[in-house]
């Protein structure tokens, strides 16, 4: 039988080895890497809300980590708080109208931030009338066809703040007017709705019903389009590489794939809308593009969005695929699919950015994202399908133009153009490959003795444009990088293509 004194020792012991332990956590801990921002989470006062007299400014912060060191609240830009998740705001000490507020956390190396805007209306009478809005053109209940334009007047006591023009639903504009080409929509009734908001977030709208007739149009005129993807590094917010935009303004394509979008999701897609509106503008004498993103985006390195200018008749985000063994899989980059009616044609367009970074256990990823993806094409049927992205793997049609690529993997890339075998690893990967689609890789097809990179740094082509059967008699041409700023846009360069439709 143990003494006191012997189980005071034990006992002690133990007390001492826990504290080392627990020690020897937190040191570690405190030592990971940190290069992922706090989560912002404003709780009060809600995004668009209309405030007057005093209110409270309340905000959380998480970290994967658990440091948050410090925080600040601004208003305009101007720090009002620090140290604290909580900010008692007297609005009569600022004039009435739109105002933004800004939440921020810094845990050990990096600041997050969250930012909404808010109306201050501080006089006797607060306005809850709604603009006043109505559709000038087309004449409700009319027929129409070929190319026609859609016009709004809407007016209000106060600012009208922004405009929206949505056609079955669906977001076509954030103008009083829009050029619409309904020889891209089936023949019948269509619904156009026009909305108006003003200064005080009250929004109104005009809704009219219009027949579309294009039976009697020519459907087999000559038509092309151009459709490009591009990997903007970082929400295209890099200082490195400033001139994302002009590369975008230079390749005028009509249908365009982004990646590493970031926070475009932010407050309704705020970023997203702005860059709509930047390039609507320079591209006035155009169709106007319209636009989606993948939402819920956490990294700035993730993240995909589309705009196109032509009809999008759904989008779906694809976080998840169904591997050969009908196990489900979660990918890196969440898959975005959109079927966009081109010219009559339905065709989906499948972004894709394949997990990053060599290693086996990174290589073993991107195969395992691709053999589910393209199970996921395959459900889709025999459809017309355009497959896009960085793919972050060679292609096997390279070997013969350069032979230094390495730590990547030709895996991915095997399964869309079987049968060939990995000369790495000596593997078949022809078992994972389409089922019902051939698949064609643009560039190289057109290019056959262009190295054509699109990763400069790397030296290497890890964005691709691929095509399956139905469109693959109808490609044009294919360039990389061909603009003044290619370089300065982004570590990624441009791959495009023109489809001829006819």
């Not at 905000?59 to 980590?65: G, R, Y």
């Not at 092309?224 to 990997?231: A, D, E, I, R």
């Not at 990179?453 to 059967?469: G, K």
Request: proline residues 4%; charged residues 20%; glycine residues 6%.
């Amino acid at each position: 039988m143990l003494k006191k004194n012997q189980i005071f020792l034990i006992g002690f012991i133990i007390l001492i080895s826990t504290f080392s332990v627990a020690s020897l956590y937190i040191t570690i801990i405190q030592n990971i890497p940190d290069n992922i921002p706090p989560k912002i989470n404003i709780i009060k006062p809600i995004e668009g809300a209309t405030l007057s007299d005093r209110n409270s400014i309340i905000f959380t912060a998480t970290d994967q980590q658990g440091f948050i060191t410090k925080t600040q609240i601004l208003i305009d830009g101007v720090i009002v708080q620090v140290s604290s998740f909580f900010y008692d705001w007297d609005t009569n000490q600022i004039e009435n109208g739109l105002h933004y507020i800004t939440c921020k956390a810094k845990d050990k190396t990096i600041w997050g931030s969250k930012k909404i805007h808010i109306f201050v209306n501080n006089t006797e009478e607060i306005d809850n009338i709604p603009p006043k809005v109505t559709i000038i053109s087309p004449i409700a209940n009319s027929t129409v066809s070929n190319t026609i334009s859609i016009i709004m007047d809407a007016t209000d006591v106060n600012e009208i703040e922004s405009y929206k023009i949505l056609i079955d639903g669906k977001i076509k504009a954030y103008k009083k007017s829009f050029y619409w080409d309904t020889t891209q929509e089936i023949d019948g009734f269509h619904e156009i709705q026009c909305e108006a908001k003003d200064s005080f977030n009250n929004t109104g709208f005009d809704l009219i019903f219009v027949n579309v007739n294009n039976s009697q149009i020519n459907s087999s005129k000559e038509f092309s389009f151009k459709l490009m993807t591009y990997n903007i590094k970082n929400s295209g917010e890099d200082p490195s590489y400033p001139d994302w935009k002009s590369v975008v303004k230079e390749e005028n394509a009509d249908i365009i794939m982004f990646l590493e979008t970031g926070f475009w999701d932010d407050n309704d897609n705020e970023k997203l809308n702005l860059y709509l509106n930047e390039f609507n503008s320079y591209f006035a004498e155009e169709d106007p593009y319209i636009g989606y993103c993948t939402q819920g985006i956490i990294y700035g390195n993730d993240g995909a969005a589309v705009m196109s200018r032509f009809p999008i008749i759904s989008y779906n985000q694809l976080d998840n695929v169904v591997l050969d063994n009908n196990s489900n899989y979660d990918v890196a980059h969440d898959f975005f699919d959109i079927e966009i009616n081109i010219n009559g044609e339905f065709i989906h367009l499948i972004g894709s950015h394949l997990k990053a970074m060599t290693g086996t256990n990174n290589e073993q990823k991107r195969e395992l994202e691709q053999e589910g993806i393209i199970n996921y094409m395959d459900n889709l049927g025999n459809v017309p399908i355009i497959y896009l992205g960085d793919l972050n793997s060679f292609s096997p049609e390279d070997w013969n133009l350069n032979t230094i690529q390495s730590g990547l993997g030709y895996g991915p890339l095997s399964m869309m153009i079987k049968p060939y075998i990995n000369p790495e690893n000596n593997h078949d990967y022809s078992s994972h490959s389409s089922s019902i689609h051939n698949w064609t890789d643009v560039f190289r097809t057109l290019n056959s003795n262009d190295w054509g990179i699109t990763f400069p740094s790397y030296n290497s082509r890890i964005d691709f444009i691929y095509v399956n059967q139905f469109l693959s008699p109808n490609i044009i041409n294919s360039t990389i990088g061909d603009t003044n700023h290619a370089f300065s846009g982004s570590d990624h360069l441009t791959v495009d293509v023109c489809i001829n439709l006819s």
